[in-house]
């Protein structure tokens, strides 16, 4: 399989008032096609920044970023926009969906970033909240959803374009533990099956069982790899 | 419907409340613009109305170089063919009325009470839809069956302590040089809410003017009223034409030339109306930029979610100014309604006014709706949304997603 995201020396340093805060130090790791890479690591070590940064949401200090073989960190803000709407599907800790959109709404947004004609876009659409197991909500709006279907829909939303990545930051931390397990299971499934690529963070135990590899780290490091092809 | 409209409608009517109350801001600005702009029009007209109905006519003609050197010699610009002008002029579409006119001036005198006056001779029964801003408020108006009898403006009655049926004298240069007097009879006594008019001006039929200037059948000007004001440009081209081809002396005055207090009100009232506007407009500007920013505050994190998701910046801009628009329409429109429909009633009522500046008489208000007007309020409705919500989708847009995305 090929490598879909390569990471090499990454780094980012913020600045709080006049003291250098180094959130990553140096993170190199690959992820290939089809993968399940969970990111481990207790608060404040560096995970949810290497996602920012992969994800294109913030710029690295210093390193590089190749997703499906193009340079992230060279690209300017209006392309690396256009990178996530065509290469990256993101799962909120908190949902994120749009809440004056349907669900139907919400997973069609990004079709529309990119420019899907109408009927391909509506099959897309169905067949995205069909493989999550929300058709039957498609027309309600997120306020009228349970956390577990939310999610639901935002993972469909995240699918939808056919990304090559889909990174998702701390996906179960907002919902209650059999919920959880429902959403760790779709994902799961959508990977086996569909052959998604998933690099997410957290905190679950519960995900880390599940997950091919298991990055782990501390204090913006990657401290070890656990799994199968580390 | 795309989606960024979509999104527009849908996000300007979550908050409800808050939309009511822009909504109602704006409307309350754009009616008030309709409402102030419908009344300075019906001033307008009112002024125009009563200048062109009261004193100069559609329209004027004159012997070339009258305007300039007349009023020192105004004996060598007479216009002696009238009968001849009058005839040609009633045959254009829309003239109601051709009027001489000579202007005299002299001495008018009791016997006991001598006063200067400034004159002008008319055709007693043509002077009549000239002067329906006039009103007899004593004895009757010119006739040429009463030769003798001339009218008087309020003021000078008074001045002169006479009324109606009383003699008078009245005392001017001729055409050589000479001085003339006429003996006259007051036959009415007239207002026209014009104090400086009032106090000075009398009216006498032309013939006997004539006589006693001992100009006969010369005319100074000629006064065409017109069925409509509104037909003042095309009665004016007819003139001209006519001029040229027949190789007269003369030359064209319209209203719009002469009517100097008509544009001094209307520029006064324009520059008011703008200022108005103007205050009226920025008040719209603030109120709707603070919705839109408490708006963008709330909506942070799905701003950072639009973002994540591949929305460019310009996308979010594009997002709020659109929502900016959506509301300008949807404030216009309303306030065209609310506007039309106040107008209508106050109107319908209309509004007592005291009498203006120099003038005698109030009157009753009424508010237009004028077309250019609910342009204007809905084209400052429209402006005004759009540059206020400029500024906050600029920071809408300039917000840092991964911070926007944590905001609670």
Do not use: C
């Not at chain 1, 959880?180 to 690099?199: C, H, K, P, Q, Y």
């Not at chain 2, 006519?242 to 319209?254: A, H, Q, S, V, Y």
């Amino acid at each position: 399989m090929k490598d879909i995201l390569d990471v090499r020396e990454l780094t980012k340093t913020y600045t709080l008032g006049k003291v250098a805060v180094t959130a990553l130090g140096g993170v190199s790791f690959r992820a290939k096609a089809g993968e399940f890479l969970a990111i481990a690591g207790p608060s404040g070590s560096g995970k949810t920044t290497l996602l920012n940064l992969i994800g294109g949401l913030d710029v690295p200090s210093s390193g590089e970023i190749e997703i499906d073989g193009e340079r992230l960190d060279r690209l300017a803000e209006a392309r690396r926009a256009d990178l996530r709407a065509r290469k990256i599907g993101f799962v909120f800790q908190t949902f994120n969906l749009i809440p004056v959109l349907t669900a139907y709404e919400n997973v069609e947004y990004p079709l529309l970033l990119g420019k899907v004609p109408k009927g391909e876009r509506r099959s897309r659409v169905e067949a995205a909240l069909a493989q999550v197991g929300i058709a039957d909500r498609s027309r309600h709006r997120p306020a009228e959803l349970s956390g577990g279907q939310q999610q639901r829909v935002a993972i469909a939303r995240a699918l939808v374009s056919g990304p090559a990545l889909v990174l998702a930051d701390e996906p179960t931390a907002n919902l209650d533990s059999r919920t959880a397990l429902e959403v760790i299971d779709l994902m799961r499934r959508l990977n086996s099956e569909r052959g998604v690529t998933f690099v997410f963070s957290t905190h679950d135990a519960r995900i880390m069982n599940v997950a091919g590899r298991v990055l782990r780290m501390e204090d913006g490091r990657v401290q070890n790899v656990l799994g199968a092809n580390a | 419907m795309g989606i960024q409209l979509k999104l527009a409608l849908r996000n300007i009517f979550r908050n409800r409340r808050r939309t009511a109350i822009t909504l109602a801001a704006m409307a309350f600005g754009a009616s008030s613009i309709i409402l102030f702009g419908g009344f300075v029009n019906f001033i307008f007209i009112s002024v125009r109305e009563s200048t062109i109905r009261s004193q100069v006519g559609h329209i004027q003609l004159y012997r070339k170089g009258f305007l300039d050197k007349g009023s020192v010699a105004p004996n060598d610009y007479m216009i002696a063919n009238f009968d001849e002008i009058r005839a040609l002029a009633k045959g254009i579409e829309h003239v109601k009325d051709v009027i001489p006119r000579l202007g005299f001036s002299g001495l008018v005198s009791t016997g006991e009470t001598t006063t200067s006056f400034v004159g002008s001779g008319g055709n007693p029964e043509g002077e009549e839809g000239l002067s329906s801003f006039t009103r007899i408020v004593e004895g009757k108006a010119l006739s040429s069956s009463d030769p003798r009898g001339v009218t008087l403006g309020l003021g000078m009655a008074r001045g002169l302590g006479v009324k109606e049926g009383d003699s008078l004298t009245l005392l001017a240069t001729t055409k050589d040089g000479g001085i003339n007097a006429l003996a006259v009879k007051v036959r009415g006594i007239w207002e026209s809410g014009e104090k400086a008019y009032d106090d000075r001006f009398l009216k006498a039929p032309i013939r006997e003017v004539q006589r006693l200037l001992d100009n006969e059948g010369e005319v100074q000007s000629i006064v065409l009223l017109l069925d409509s004001t509104e037909n003042t440009g095309f009665v004016r081209d007819r003139l001209a034409a006519l001029i040229r081809d027949r190789g007269f002396d003369l030359e064209i005055k319209t209203w719009e030339d002469l009517a100097l207090r008509y544009h001094q009100v209307r520029d006064l009232f324009s520059n008011i109306f703008n200022v108005m506007a103007l205050i009226v407009s920025f008040i719209v500007v603030l109120g709707i930029a603070n919705t839109m920013t408490m708006s963008i505050f709330e909506r942070t994190r799905e701003i950072g979610t639009v973002m994540a998701l591949g929305t460019r910046r310009s996308g979010v801009i594009s997002m709020f100014l659109l929502e900016g628009i959506v509301l300008g329409v949807l404030g216009g429109i309303l306030g065209a309604v609310v506007g039309i429909v106040i107008a209508k009633a106050v109107s319908f009522v209309g509004i007592p006014m005291p009498p203006p500046p120099g003038s005698t008489q109030g009157f009753i208000a009424k508010i237009l709706i004028v077309p250019a007007v609910l342009a204007k309020a809905f084209r400052l409705s429209l402006i005004a949304a759009i540059l206020s919500s400029l500024y906050p989708a600029w920071r809408a847009s300039r917000l840092n997603i991964t911070e926007a995305l944590r905001h609670v």
